[in-house]
């Protein structure tokens, strides 16, 4: 594996000019935040040697270098699920290879199930923590010690300093922001209503199919993770009738994106 993160690792080398100091990673529906992205240099996933390929609708399947704010950033447009039929190891992949290309900290977002009842759709939620309901750990499997420690601590996980600073630049443009857990599941069915209530019962907030695998793998590496989560459907809908679809969840995240840009931009710019 290492061979692999370091051979991957190269080849993107030599073909960017800048090294990244933070990474970013594009949720359903949110990546327009890499139009933002200056000075930019694409290189699609198809391309990129041991990389998977993204085929979920709405995911791109692109890494874009450049600046974001005064950073030097590297975007992931488009991510890996393991509903996709990845194993971990795949899906973690980029975010290893993140970290050979000597990115730092990492951000995060996704499109999330609402189960906090005070959630409302097109809400933001910064995540304070998360659950890992997937069937299958990343760092199950011999430990590269050149990579972390076998046993990682997970108590802070999501660093308290970014939350902090993310916070105050929400209420200094207006924006309303929520807090809460993160659970992480398999999927691809959407969560039945008795599911709904159990992970409520573990006191989670949010729902998704993604994120919980790469920030393992980031924290084992030593990076410092922010995440955040745009509520696109609830628990308990207006209309009981209405049922979720993967087109309705792009719809609400691309309508709520120039808010979390907005915070994502400014928080990589006073990190």
């Known amino acids: 594996m290492l061979e692999k993160f370091n051979q991957t690792a190269d080849f993107i080398k030599s073909k960017i000019?800048?090294?990244?100091?933070?990474?970013i990673i594009l949720g359903s529906g949110l990546g327009g935040l890499a139009d933002r992205i200056e000075n930019k240099f694409v290189l699609p996933y198809a391309e990129i040697p041991n990389f998977p390929?993204?085929?979920?609708e709405g995911h791109s399947g692109n890494l874009i270098f450049g600046k974001l704010g005064n950073k030097n950033v590297v975007a992931m447009q488009g991510r890996f699920h393991f509903y996709e039929g990845y194993g971990m190891k795949e899906v973690t992949f980029p975010v290893r290879v993140l970290h050979f290309l000597g990115v730092k900290n990492l951000i995060v977002s996704n499109a999330a199930g609402g189960l906090n009842p005070h959630f409302r759709q097109g809400d933001l939620m910064i995540i304070t923590d998360h659950i890992n309901f997937f069937p299958e750990h990343p760092l199950r499997g011999k430990n590269l010690k050149e990579l972390g420690v076998?046993?990682?601590?997970?108590s802070k996980v999501y660093y308290p300093e970014f939350v902090k600073i993310a916070e105050e630049i929400a209420k200094e443009n207006g924006i309303s922001i929520q807090k809460g857990v993160y659970i992480g599941s398999s999927g691809p069915t959407l969560e039945t209503k008795?599911?709904?209530?159990?992970?409520?019962?573990?006191?989670?907030?949010?729902?998704?199919?993604?994120t919980v695998p790469e920030v393992i793998v980031a924290h084992h590496q030593g990076m410092k993770?922010?995440?955040?989560s745009v509520i696109t459907n609830v628990s308990e809908p207006v209309d009981p009738n209405q049922e979720?679809?993967?087109?309705?969840?792009q719809d609400v995240a691309g309508t709520v994106e120039p808010q979390m840009t907005k915070i994502i931009t400014e928080l990589i710019n006073k990190m």
């Not at 076998?150 to 997970?154: E, I």
């Open 17 to 23: 000019k800048i090294e990244p100091e933070v990474g």
């Open 225 to 228: 993770v922010f995440g955040m």
């Open 244 to 249: 979720t679809t993967h087109e309705e969840v």
């Open 53 to 56: 390929v993204s085929t979920v």
């Open 150 to 154: 076998r046993f990682p601590d997970m």
């Open 194 to 210: 008795a599911e709904y209530r159990m992970f409520r019962i573990y006191e989670a907030d949010a729902t998704g199919m993604s």
